[in-house]
């Protein structure tokens, strides 16, 4: 039996004739079964059909299933996911039109566009995961598709102690560091739970605090009344302009912050980050790094990438005054999460 034309009748009968989802399914289930005369299992049809239209198709238990933290997507007819188990493939009934139509639809929540003159796409979908997309001519053949699941509970220190992610003393630590207003910077790779332990340190800071962040994507989740949330926006082919996260963090420092957040430093926005932190403002951000003496390494060349008279000089005092620690994360073989490194900056020779 073919789903197709059930499905593509469901969809009619809710734009034009505004019915909801499952009534829409069961309409249409029936019109097929008066005409085919065959017998079909109804029940599952019309819950197969439901997800199609309300959801995001075959990819939504994966992406329902707690247990998954990332799926990716690299051709036709697999599917790859990351669980606390570990990596894993699975065969299914994927083409490459279906993939295609998924997300399209999912890039309709954030308006973002995908073609041949903007080949790749970050993107955030209506839970808070994190999209993105590569397509050919960048990609050899077939479309690239990353979805990084937006955890629904954010984790508070306690609970990151609770998880033997966090030892006592460090999360003592750290919670006195973010109330006495220091400058943080979690590093690690990825999957390491940077974003995890960034948004458990500002769940630490005072309600009475103005809080902007910068993303490329939005990622953070805050309960803080007094919180900006700004994102990247790439240009278009209408004409809009590229706004990145140089001009996102200037634009921050003229909203009055009292706390600044960097998503991810990753390239010469860490100039204009430094230059924030180093006039007063406390600031937070994570960055890729393979230890913590390797994130300050690498702070040491970022701010090269914005083209100015930036020296080796400038950067190394600049660096001890506006970080105060840096947090490293990683994750063991066995995919547990802990935080192996608090580094205090000014203990450093950076000199």
Same mark, same amino acid.
């Given at each position: 039996m073919q789903i197709a034309p059930i499905l593509e009748r469901s969809r009619q009968l809710v734009r034009q004739r505004g019915?909801? $989802?499952?009534?829409?399914? +069961?309409?249409?289930?029936?019109?097929? =079964?008066?005409?085919?005369?065959? $017998?079909?299992?109804?029940? +599952?049809?019309?819950e197969q059909i439901e997800?199609?239209?309300?959801?995001?198709?075959l990819l939504q238990r994966y992406l329902d299933d707690p247990l998954i933290e990332e799926i990716w997507i690299n051709r036709p007819n697999q599917i790859h996911y990351f669980s606390a188990s570990g990596n894993h493939m699975e065969s299914v009934s994927l083409s490459q039109e279906t993939i295609q139509n998924l997300i399209r639809r999912m890039l309709?929540?954030?308006?973002r566009k995908l073609d041949r003159l903007t080949p790749y796409v970050d993107?955030?979908?209506p839970d808070g995961s994190r999209l993105h997309v590569v397509i $050919?001519?960048?990609?050899? +053949?077939?479309?690239?598709?990353?979805?990084?699941?937006f955890s629904k509970h954010c984790l508070t220190i306690q609970e990151m102690v609770d998880h033997g992610t966090l030892s006592k003393n460090q999360a003592e630590t750290l919670s006195s560091a973010v109330k006495a207003g220091k400058s943080i910077l979690v590093s690690g790779a990825t999957q390491a739970g940077k974003t995890t332990l960034l948004t458990a340190l500002l769940r630490e800071v005072d309600e009475s605090e103005r809080v902007v962040s910068c993303e490329d994507t939005f990622?953070?989740?805050?309960?803080?009344d007094d919180w900006v949330a700004m994102q990247t926006r790439p240009a278009s082919a209408e004409g809009s302009l590229e706004i990145g996260l140089r001009e996102l963090v200037r634009q921050a420092l003229r909203m009055r912050p009292t706390r600044l957040v960097i998503g991810e430093v990753r390239g010469a926005e860490a100039l204009d980050l430094l230059v924030a932190l180093n006039s007063g403002i406390p600031g937070m951000g994570t960055i890729h790094a393979r230890s913590a003496r390797g994130a300050i390494e690498k702070l040491l060349t970022l701010p090269l990438l914005a083209g100015e008279n930036i020296t080796d000089r400038f950067l190394r005092p600049t660096i001890s005054s506006a970080i105060d620690l840096i947090v490293h994360c990683e994750r063991d073989s066995e995919g547990r999460r802990? =935080?192996?490194e608090v580094l205090e900056v000014a203990n450093e020779n950076l000199a």
């Amino acid at each position: 039996m073919q789903i197709a034309p059930i499905l593509e009748r469901s969809r009619q009968l809710v734009r034009q004739r505004g019915f909801s $989802p499952s009534e829409a399914a +069961q309409l249409a289930i029936d019109e097929y =079964v008066e005409l085919a005369d065959l $017998p079909i299992e109804e029940i +599952q049809l019309a819950e197969q059909i439901e997800i199609e239209l309300t959801g995001f198709g075959l990819l939504q238990r994966y992406l329902d299933d707690p247990l998954i933290e990332e799926i990716w997507i690299n051709r036709p007819n697999q599917i790859h996911y990351f669980s606390a188990s570990g990596n894993h493939m699975e065969s299914v009934s994927l083409s490459q039109e279906t993939i295609q139509n998924l997300i399209r639809r999912m890039l309709r929540h954030s308006r973002r566009k995908l073609d041949r003159l903007t080949p790749y796409v970050d993107a955030d979908l209506p839970d808070g995961s994190r999209l993105h997309v590569v397509i $050919p001519e960048i990609t050899r +053949q077939n479309w690239a598709i990353n979805i990084r699941k937006f955890s629904k509970h954010c984790l508070t220190i306690q609970e990151m102690v609770d998880h033997g992610t966090l030892s006592k003393n460090q999360a003592e630590t750290l919670s006195s560091a973010v109330k006495a207003g220091k400058s943080i910077l979690v590093s690690g790779a990825t999957q390491a739970g940077k974003t995890t332990l960034l948004t458990a340190l500002l769940r630490e800071v005072d309600e009475s605090e103005r809080v902007v962040s910068c993303e490329d994507t939005f990622e953070l989740s805050l309960e803080h009344d007094d919180w900006v949330a700004m994102q990247t926006r790439p240009a278009s082919a209408e004409g809009s302009l590229e706004i990145g996260l140089r001009e996102l963090v200037r634009q921050a420092l003229r909203m009055r912050p009292t706390r600044l957040v960097i998503g991810e430093v990753r390239g010469a926005e860490a100039l204009d980050l430094l230059v924030a932190l180093n006039s007063g403002i406390p600031g937070m951000g994570t960055i890729h790094a393979r230890s913590a003496r390797g994130a300050i390494e690498k702070l040491l060349t970022l701010p090269l990438l914005a083209g100015e008279n930036i020296t080796d000089r400038f950067l190394r005092p600049t660096i001890s005054s506006a970080i105060d620690l840096i947090v490293h994360c990683e994750r063991d073989s066995e995919g547990r999460r802990k =935080v192996s490194e608090v580094l205090e900056v000014a203990n450093e020779n950076l000199a």
